[in-house]
């Protein structure tokens, strides 16, 4: 199965997208398009890269010295069923702590039978759109204060 991606290599050593040492990948497509959204360029379906889940999941295996894995985007969720093989494969194997910002309220997720069962392989959940009024550079891993940090499990 294939998941489109913002960029084709994901990132290590981030230091800002969740606790600890993590490895981030973005993926590709949003329709909330939040005014004033840090990632406007993964907003399109079109645009972004492809990528065979395995492909991804090599790079996974071979990361070194993280804490975890942060999956940001575009929003993860618009992808569901990729997503959701990917995150449970990723969680099964690896171990590695899962945090995923989205545009969806927790609320919303849990509503939705297509977007729920990815919660069960999500140690965090940042959620929520981003709102520029409610912007604030001193809150922690999140960009406006309506957006929360949600400690959903631990599998």
Not at 3 to 28: K, N, Y
Not at 111 to 127: C, E, G
Request: hydrophobic share 35%.
């Amino acid at each position: 199965m294939k998941i489109r991606l913002a960029s084709p290599v994901l990132m290590p050593d981030s230091i800002v997208d969740g606790e600890g040492i993590r490895a981030v990948l973005w993926t590709q497509g949003c329709l909330h398009k939040c005014p004033g959204c840090q990632n406007p360029q993964t907003h399109s379906f079109d645009d972004g890269f492809l990528i065979d889940i395995e492909e991804v999941k090599e790079q996974i295996d071979a990361l070194e010295g993280q804490d975890g894995i942060t999956f940001s985007g575009g929003d993860p969720f618009y992808n569901p069923e990729a997503f959701l093989l990917f995150v449970k494969r990723v969680k099964e194997e690896t171990g590695l702590n899962i945090w995923c910002y989205t545009g969806y309220t927790y609320e919303e997720i849990l509503a939705n039978p297509r977007l729920k069962t990815v919660l069960d392989y999500i140690d965090v959940l940042v959620d929520g759109r981003f709102e520029q009024a409610l912007f604030s550079p001193y809150l922690e891993f999140r960009g406006s204060s309506n957006q929360r940090i949600l400690r959903i499990g631990n599998k």
